[in-house]
């Protein structure tokens, strides 16, 4: 045989080689399906299917609030637990289509305009999903003193292929349809993954994780597990079920912001992943309750799990929400540290999430009757 016909055969070998093994376990099942379900702000749909599935034989009772959010509750007696993750991730919606067959797109969530142009997306249309991207000037026509230009989003356009807009309405896509990245889960070496909507499809999958162990060991309170909607565009779904709960106490579960990469100032947030789940002690919406702190510390500490401290400026969470209700709840907000949130690529550690689900079981098991009560009293 040639040496020029062995290339092919032997590159394959290769990439196979390098090719991690896909969904090893149930947890990385569970991931996999969450990151890649399609849920923009407002069209959580296919999140909560999943969601639903997985905490209906966990749970004692299931509901939902008005805006979508699934409540499910574990246990019938004491404390009032709420434990919170959002379903809805940053992704858009068609505004309107041209006469040449583009799409604008009005974002959902919080984006940098740098992270949007020549990107995949998938248009969740009435006829199905239809793939499209954004489209980006070429660099052989951009003038010199715009090439390190960011180009505001309002310029960009949704590429589906299409000559004119009756094609557009030929495949079935329109004005307020949703839209979300199309960056497919993927298994990195060193036990890490590759996926978008970490935030927050990785809380998603801890609580269902704790909630699974949680119904096995047992627990001293009535925990309701709330997987809420529209947190990307104001924490809509944690206050309306937190609403419904009326919790004594509110733990709400993230996808941290990692600074453990190149070049990153570190004063904009102390975390690194696969060094253990993160407690926030400060972010624009909320401070945590201190005594809420020293029990996660506590409980950390007592299973020797490390527990990453971190201040964030420019960050919003569930546990606002929750904590403004009912007269005021006493929240935290716990993370799973995450590389490169808000953008179409994020990556997780999965050593990182493991613990979460463990830190996150122990700290409801010492959740007793004495213990809400001391974290609620703040007599001098």
């Known amino acids: 045989m040639k040496a020029g016909a062995m290339i092919k055969p032997l590159l394959l070998a290769a990439f196979l080689l390098s090719t991690p093994a896909f969904a090893q376990d149930r947890t990385e099942r569970l991931l996999a399906e969450l990151a890649d379900a399609p849920g923009p702000s407002g069209f959580e749909e296919p999140v909560r299917a999943v969601m639903v599935r997985e905490m209906r034989p966990l749970a004692d009772e299931l509901n939902y609030d008005g805006l979508g959010s699934v409540i499910a509750r574990q246990g019938g007696s004491g404390p009032k637990i709420m434990l919170d993750a959002h379903m809805d991730e940053l992704g858009g919606v068609v505004r309107r289509v041209t006469p040449g067959g583009y799409l604008s797109m009005q974002m959902l969530g919080g984006w940098l305009d740098q992270a949007l142009p020549d990107q995949r997306w998938i248009i969740i249309g009435r006829k199905g999903p239809v793939h499209a991207v954004t489209g980006i000037r070429d660099v052989h026509v951009v003038p010199a003193e715009e090439r390190t ?67 096995a060991s047992g627990h001293p309170n009535r925990l309701y597990v709330a997987a809420t909607v529209q947190e990307e565009v104001g924490l809509r779904g944690a206050r309306t079920a937190a609403d419904l709960i009326k919790p004594d106490i509110g733990i709400a579960i993230e996808g941290g912001i990692a600074g453990d990469t190149p070049g990153r100032n570190p004063e904009e947030t102390q975390a690194a992943i696969g060094a253990g789940p993160g407690i926030f002690l400060y972010d624009s919406s909320a401070i945590p309750n201190r005594k809420m702190v020293a029990l996660v510390r506590d409980t950390a500490r007592a299973k020797g799990i490390p527990l990453q401290q971190d201040s964030v400026q420019g960050y919003g969470d569930d546990s606002a929400a929750i904590q403004a209700t009912a007269g005021g709840v006493p929240t935290v907000n716990l993370v799973v540290p995450v590389r490169y949130t808000h953008a179409h690529n994020g990556v997780m550690d999965r050593a990182d999430f493991d613990r979460m689900v463990e830190l996150v079981v122990g700290v409801i098991q010492r959740l007793d009757t004495k213990q809400v009560a001391s974290l609620r009293n703040f007599t001098p």
């Open 149 to 215: 230009r960011v180009f505001p989003r309002d310029g960009l356009y949704l590429d589906v292929g299409a000559r004119t807009a009756a094609e557009v309405e030929a495949l079935g896509i329109g004005p307020g349809d949703p839209v979300v990245p199309d960056s497919p889960f993927t298994p990195l070496a060193g036990g890490r993954y590759l996926g978008k909507a970490w935030d927050d499809r990785v809380g998603c999958a801890v609580v269902i994780e704790a909630l699974r162990r949680l119904r």
